[in-house]
C-alpha cells in the first residue's frame, strides 16, 4: 500500500519536536474525550509528567475520582521498534519519577509511534481523519530499581500495550485501586 504525502511543512514552521509533542498531547486528548476522562495540562514537565487523565467515576469501595500523571513521547524512528516492544532509553531522573512507588497518583510512560515522515502522520478525507500512530504505553511503577550511578536506563514498552479508549478505562479502572508505598525511613 502506498501512503500518500498529506501535505508539506513550510520553512520556519515549528520544529518537528514541537510538533510532535503537540501530537503526544492531542492524541491522549482525543482518546480520553471519547471514553469521558479529563485531561490536566502543566505548565512545566519537571515532576516527569506531561499531563494527567482523570476520571469522575466512583469505584467504590477503591477510590473516587482517580488520576493517572502521564509521561509522553513521540518518535518516528523505526530504531526504537523492536520484534514485541518498543524501547526508549530514558534518563535517570525521568525513569527515578516515573518508578516512585511513593507517588500520590500512579505514572504511565507513554510513546506515541509515527510514520517519519510528517506528511503522513495524519489523513483527512470524507471517512473521516486516521491518525496513522500507536501510542504504547507501560505504568512507571513496573521499572526494575536504577543501578547506582546509573545514568539512563531503556524502558521496552509491549506492542500489547496500545493506548485505546477501553484500555485507558482499564487504567484508570485499575489507577483507583492506586496505594503509594510510604517510606518507613526515620
Given at each position: 500500500m502506498t501512503v500518500t504525502?498529506?501535505?508539506?511543512?513550510?520553512?520556519?514552521?515549528?520544529?518537528?519536536?514541537?510538533?510532535?509533542?503537540?501530537?503526544?498531547?492531542?492524541?491522549?486528548h482525543m482518546l480520553a474525550s471519547?471514553?469521558?476522562?479529563?485531561?490536566?495540562?502543566?505548565?512545566q514537565d519537571y515532576d516527569g509528567r506531561d499531563t494527567t487523565l482523570a476520571s469522575s467515576v466512583d469505584?467504590?469501595?477503591?477510590?473516587?475520582g482517580p488520576k493517572i500523571d502521564i509521561q509522553l513521547k513521540c518518535s518516528g524512528q523505526t530504531?526504537?521498534?523492536?520484534?514485541?516492544?518498543?524501547?526508549?532509553a530514558l534518563e535517570s531522573r525521568t525513569y527515578d519519577l516515573l518508578s516512585k512507588l511513593n507517588r500520590s497518583s500512579p505514572a504511565l510512560f507513554c510513546v506515541l509511534v509515527v510514520p517519519p515522515e510528517v506528511g503522513h502522520w495524519l489523513k483527512l478525507d470524507r471517512e473521516g481523519l486516521l491518525a496513522r500512530s500507536f501510542m504504547y504505553w507501560q505504568w512507571g511503577h513496573?521499572?526494575?530499581?536504577?543501578?547506582?550511578g546509573q545514568e539512563n536506563q531503556t524502558v521496552h514498552l509491549p506492542k500489547g500495550n496500545i493506548l485505546t479508549p477501553k484500555s485507558m478505562l482499564e487504567l484508570m479502572e485499575e489507577a483507583s485501586r492506586w496505594q503509594p508505598v510510604v517510606s518507613q525511613t526515620p
Open positions: 504525502l498529506s501535505h508539506q511543512i513550510p520553512d520556519g514552521s515549528l520544529p518537528v519536536s514541537a510538533m510532535k509533542e503537540d501530537l503526544s498531547i492531542s492524541y491522549v471519547s471514553c469521558g476522562l479529563t485531561v490536566g495540562t502543566w505548565s469505584y467504590s469501595p477503591y477510590m473516587y530504531a526504537i521498534q523492536r520484534q514485541d516492544t518498543i524501547a526508549w513496573v521499572f526494575p530499581p536504577l543501578k547506582k
